[in-house]
């Protein structure tokens, strides 16, 4: 073969380099979704809207009652690798915010038209910066923030053509706010589509974490969810060694007959972030090992609380794949904590029958 010809090396231009990073991170208008739902909740918010139009290809509003961005700090937020929530290593080590990189809404704004409206808590006036222009104009609105992101991947046409009917990115809009949902019983969420709610959940202030945890679940997948499923409460015990700390699993885990012939209702979170994990399913998947057979599904919503130390989030631009220190661990944690929930209900009618 003959030589390549020799192209000089160049620094790419910054809207480049942005429009690099989204396709790591947007891959359809459910990725937006679930940036903007992540933003909302780090600046505490306790209600968030979503507004969607044409399966959010449109437009992808998110409104948040949370802190809310200063006037002097909009133009900042569209930065790359801009983020007021890590400041230097130990910080992203010990990460407890969902987001930490600083990108997500750079590269949104690279790839389709947005504009962020806020008022931040203490201030008195609104203003609305356009991510396209720069300007910065007073709006009226109550404290909090709203991003609006229309006509995604407007400039990156080849994207946009792998995109599904509006039906089908609906949904998996949904299935993104249904994520954060069952993470955040405590917080209210609704989701607006071409001007009609399509969902709704009522924040739970109900103080015992189970309690709220069992509300949701039953808003989110009906109550048929929380009567076929056990309460799964466990924790590795630290007297094992003076070296092995505590790992906390709870949450619900469907009984066998709650099996479905689809993965469709396994949420698994790390720290309050969904996660996809293979540990994690494997754990859970194996304490059903002689109670369902063939390909039969369990369901569960099962949170995993951990040393933030002792696991890595920064593993994929999109978060969703975490990285265990002791994934030993983790997985033992899994399994037995769902095994002894559904063992529990057993030994208790035995126990009844031999009274
Ligand atoms: P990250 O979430 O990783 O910090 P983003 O690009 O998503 O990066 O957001 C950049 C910054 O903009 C955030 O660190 C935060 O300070 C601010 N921000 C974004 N969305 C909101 C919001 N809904 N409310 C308050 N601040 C926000
Ligand atoms: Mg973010």
Avoid at 205 to 225: C, K, N
């Amino acid at each position: 073969l003959p030589p390549l010809p020799r192209r000089p090396i160049r620094e790419l231009p910054d809207e480049l380099i942005s429009q690099i990073a989204a396709g790591e991170v947007v891959e359809r208008p459910a990725s937006v979704v679930r940036e903007l739902v992540d933003n909302a909740l780090d600046a505490g918010a306790t209600q968030v809207t979503v507004r969607l139009l044409a399966g959010g290809v449109r437009l992808i509003s998110v409104e948040d009652n949370g802190s809310g961005i200063v006037r002097d700090e909009l133009h900042i937020a569209f930065k790359r690798h801009a983020t007021s929530k890590i400041g230097n290593l130990q910080d992203l080590e010990s990460v407890a915010t969902m987001g930490f990189r600083g990108e997500a809404l750079a590269a949104i704004n690279s790839i389709a038209d947005c504009a962020i409206l806020s008022r931040a808590s203490g201030e008195s006036a609104a203003y609305l910066l356009d991510g396209r222009t720069g300007e910065l104009s007073p709006v009226a609105r109550s404290g909090g923030t709203t991003v609006e992101v229309k006509e995604l991947f407007y400039s990156t046409p080849a994207r946009r053509k792998f995109l599904k009917t509006d039906a089908t990115e609906l949904a998996h809009c949904v299935e993104a706010v249904r994520r954060h949902a069952l993470a955040r019983p405590d917080v209210g969420f609704a989701i607006w589509s071409d001007g009609k709610l399509v969902e709704q959940w009522r924040r739970c202030e109900h103080p015992d974490p189970m309690t709220a945890l069992d509300q949701r679940l039953a808003d989110v997948l009906g109550s048929e969810f929380v009567e076929r499923s056990v309460v799964v409460n466990y924790r590795t015990s630290a007297t094992r060694s003076d070296l092995t700390p505590t790992v906390r699993v709870w949450g619900r885990a469907g009984i066998p007959d709650a099996a479905r012939s689809r993965a469709d209702q396994q949420f698994c979170y790390v720290n309050g972030r969904f996660v996809r994990d293979k540990v994690l399913t494997h754990g859970a998947r194996s304490a059903y090992e002689d109670v369902l057979h063939g390909h039969r599904q369990p369901v569960y919503a099962l949170y995993v609380e951990i040393d933030p130390t002792r696991v890595d989030v920064n593993v994929h631009p999109t978060k969703i794949e975490v990285r265990f220190r002791d994934s030993r661990e983790v997985h033992q944690a899994m399994r037995h904590g769902v095994e002894d929930a559904l063992a529990a209900p057993r030994a208790a009618l035995a126990e009844a029958a031999a009274s």
